[in-house]
């Protein structure tokens, strides 16, 4: 599949935060935008919410599991 690129201006401090938060859910900028964009168009489908809720259920656990191990 051919691809391309986009590029879009935005703040230091607005890519900063994008970044900062992709990197707390353990995720991938293009992957989060690409989502994004399919979201917008209408193209998202059922198997991309249940990866979103699996990541999502994953990160939970992270987080009871710790506090449980402390």
């Known amino acids: 599949m051919s ?12 890519k900063e935060a ?3 938060k ?9 992957d ?3 989502e994004l964009i399919d979201q917008y168009l209408g193209n ?5 919410d249940i990866v979103e809720l699996r990541q999502r259920v994953a990160k ?8 449980t191990a402390a």
């Open 3 to 14: 691809e391309t690129r986009i590029n879009i201006r935005i703040t230091p401090e607005k």
């Open 18 to 20: 994008f970044y900062e």
């Open 22 to 30: 992709v990197k707390q859910e353990g995720k991938n900028a293009t």
């Open 32 to 34: 989060v935008l690409i």
């Open 44 to 48: 998202r489908d059922e198997s991309s």
């Open 60 to 67: 939970l656990e992270e987080l009871v599991l710790g506090e």
